[in-house]
């Protein structure tokens, strides 16, 4: 088999395993429990705070333990707006490729009376800082972009958006889930005031991430109960799900140059190899991309099938985003740099990883070229296209 859909999850490594299986058999005491099993599992959970918030160089202040990444931006984005709303502002920023997690809260707050202006998306995948600059008004509440784009991968000028919020004192919000483990980010030099990310997009485990919120700003709860979490988000901690993300985290941010150096030629010899197919297209920036992220897009060929096909090779991969397969909608993030309907369908994105070898990448290459040309094969588009009676739309 071949894992090539890191971006939707990755495989926890022996080491967060095994943290996490000691920590369920031995220290399975309630961290609010007086006694000394239950203090031991406090311990663990300070131990994690602490790594976790060195490796985003924060105050272990600053973080909160969440469900995942999907919990911790809609916190991020309805205190931001409840925070804004009690000072009047209540027009929020941000774009059409974010995460469902952003988009959907942000398309529930405008039915609550939000205003929410979407940037254009360059056709690259990427919006600018001037852009954010120029979308800010007095009555702005909160500016919520993305690091890295989960379908095309596309890698946001994040420092440049933070320092204009930050003159323009505006908050940002910064969905770092595929970044954090893939390139480097410092929550203070990039001037960002919440950040979500999710420990299983980095060898952790599923159900478990961290909000971090900057000092000062006071969140605002998604669940009301006990006071875990400095009573901003109740319930018993995910003890051994914490340990573990804090055991993939150090170990990520350990081996970042490792993307660097060689996940991400790796990722360009992928490129290469698919770019020789006729009528294909790579989406999001060739360089201002995740290390790990591929995304092409093929005339004439329906990406589900393509994925079928795939599959029997034993290759896992996917069209877009986990979340939206399985629905025949086109994925939005496609839409928003441009795609037509008709060629978006036709998307395959591979997120390789450093378990990823040259010669799976080999593997793939041939395995991709050999599925595209039978399904093409058999297309009526790809007869009519090759016939003159339509026209082609990637060149
Ligand atoms: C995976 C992902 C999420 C959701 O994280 P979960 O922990 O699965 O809830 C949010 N944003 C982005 C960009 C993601 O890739």
Request: charged residues 20%; hydrophobic residues 40%; aromatic residues 6%.
């Amino acid at each position: 088999m071949i894992y090539a859909d890191n971006a939707a999850t990755t495989k926890p490594s022996q080491k967060v395993i095994e943290a996490m299986v000691a920590c369920l058999s031995e220290d399975y005491g309630n961290p609010s429990s007086v006694y000394t099993l239950g203090q031991r599992a406090a311990e663990l959970l300070q131990n994690a705070r602490e790594r976790v918030a060195k490796n985003l160089g924060c105050d272990p202040s600053e973080i909160t333990f969440t469900s995942g990444g999907s919990e911790a931006d809609n916190q991020a984005i309805r205190t931001a707006a409840f925070l804004g709303a009690q000072k009047g502002k209540k027009h929020l920023i941000s774009t059409p490729f974010e995460h469902h997690a952003v988009l959907h809260t942000l398309n529930k707050l405008e039915r609550e009376g939000f205003e929410v202006t979407y940037l254009d998306v360059h056709e690259n995948g990427l919006v600018t800082a001037e852009q954010v600059a120029q979308a800010i008004r007095p009555d702005t509440a909160l500016v919520s972009i993305m690091f890295a784009n989960n379908e095309i991968g596309t890698i946001q000028p994040v420092g440049e958006i933070g320092a204009v919020c930050r003159e323009k004192g505006v908050l940002f919000h910064c969905d770092s889930v595929q970044a954090i483990g893939h390139v480097p980010v410092n929550v203070y030099d990039l001037k960002i005031d919440f950040l979500a990310l999710s420990a299983h997009k980095f060898h952790g485990p599923k159900g478990v991430g961290v909000l971090y919120t900057k000092k000062g700003i006071r969140l605002q709860n998604l669940i009301e109960g006990g006071a875990q979490e400095r009573g901003k988000r109740a319930g018993t901690e995910n003890v051994p799900g914490i340990v573990g993300m804090a055991v993939a985290m150090d170990d990520a941010i350990a081996n970042l140059d490792k993307q660097a150096t060689y996940v991400a030629p790796l990722r360009d010899k992928l490129i290469d190899g698919l770019s020789k197919i006729p009528h294909s297209i790579l989406n999001g920036d060739r360089t201002q991309r995740l290390p790990g992220n591929v995304n092409f897009c093929f005339e004439g060929i329906e990406g589900e099938s393509l994925l079928l096909l795939l599959d029997n090779e034993g290759i896992c991969a996917s069209s877009g985003s986990a979340c939206t397969s399985g629905s025949l909608d086109p994925s939005h993030v496609l839409l928003s740099i441009g795609r037509p309907p008709e060629i978006a369908h036709g998307s395959l994105r591979l997120t390789i990883s450093e378990d990823t070898t040259h010669e799976e990448v080999d593997t793939l290459i041939k395995a991709v070229t050999e599925a595209v040309e039978y399904l093409r094969s058999i297309s009526p588009v790809w007869r009519n296209l090759q016939e003159g009676k339509q026209d082609f739309i990637i060149q």
